[in-house]
T-cell receptor, first 116, second 117 residues
Framework: NAGVTQTPKFQVLKTGQSMTLQCAQDMNHEYMSWYRQDPGMGLRLIHYSVGAGITDQGEVPNGYNVSRSTTEDFPLRLLSAAPSQTSVYFC???????????????FGEGSWLTVV | AQKVTQAQTEISVVEKEDVTLDCVYETRDTTYYLFWYKQPPSGELVFLIRRNSFDEQNEISGRYSWNFQKSTSSFNFTITASQVVDSAVYFCALRPSNAGNNRKLIWGLGTSLAVNP
């Protein structure tokens, strides 16, 4: 059972480049989300999804897009990378009751992104 | 307002010492969940425990124990006989239950624990 899988683990981008962070879970979880972690800021929610075809914004959505075409996958796209997006990104998933998360939230191993 | 406060930014102990990590939360919800996660130097987030607001029983898992007190809105985490492998950043988190809020975890800023040999 792989759990939540994120790729790539490390990435260096130039300002203005675009890229996609991949996230997949094999637990049939309906709820998935993306966080970024920055020193002194803790974990901040970027976007989340309560099921295939449904996405919503978190605290810091600007500069990021998501889509949820399948239950398993929840990619995060950086449209035009900026140095302020240098961070560690975590994908997470959990079961849902109705359209809200329930139970334990499981995290991927993190993706270290540097924008130069 | 929903908030999680981990007042201890950094703690340093010597191996075999007991250490308690504090977590104080604020919420108006009567139903909510509290979590602790561990982030070792390798960076991943590891789930430790989930507690719902109706269950105030303390929990012990090996060297780890959790003290949940609704009266003081605290959910403290104690490591007994600490080991070097316990060195990590520990996060406390709150998930409220009210519709509209319960899709998000509210995180403390973490406590960095260093256990020295």
């Amino acid at each position: 059972n792989a759990g939540v899988t994120q790729t790539p683990k490390f990435q260096v981008l130039k300002t203005g480049q675009s890229m996609t962070l991949q996230c997949a879970q094999d637990m049939n979880h309906e709820y998935m989300s993306w966080y970024r972690q920055d020193p002194g800021m803790g974990l901040r929610l970027i976007h989340y999804s309560v099921g295939a075809g449904i996405t919503d914004q978190g605290e810091v959505p600007n500069g990021y897009n998501v889509s949820r075409s399948t239950t398993e996958d929840f990619p995060l796209r950086l449209l035009s990378a900026a140095p302020s997006q240098t961070s560690v990104y975590f994908c997470a998933s959990s079961y849902s009751t109705g359209s809200v998360p329930s139970g334990t939230i499981y995290f991927g191993e993190g993706s270290w992104l540097t924008v130069v | 307002a929903q908030k999680v406060t981990q007042a201890q930014t950094e703690i340093s102990v010597v191996e075999k010492e007991d250490v308690t990590l504090d977590c104080v939360y604020e919420t108006r919800d009567t139903t909510y969940y509290l979590f602790w996660y561990k982030q070792p130097p390798s960076g991943e987030l590891v789930f430790l425990i989930r507690r719902n607001s109706f269950d105030e029983q303390n929990e012990i898992s090996g060297r780890y124990s959790w003290n949940f007190q609704k009266s003081t809105s605290s959910f403290n985490f104690t490591i007994t006989a600490s080991q070097v492998v316990d060195s990590a950043v520990y996060f406390c988190a709150l998930r409220p239950s009210n519709a509209g809020n319960n899709r998000k975890l509210i995180w403390g800023l973490g406590t960095s624990l260093a256990v020295n040999p």
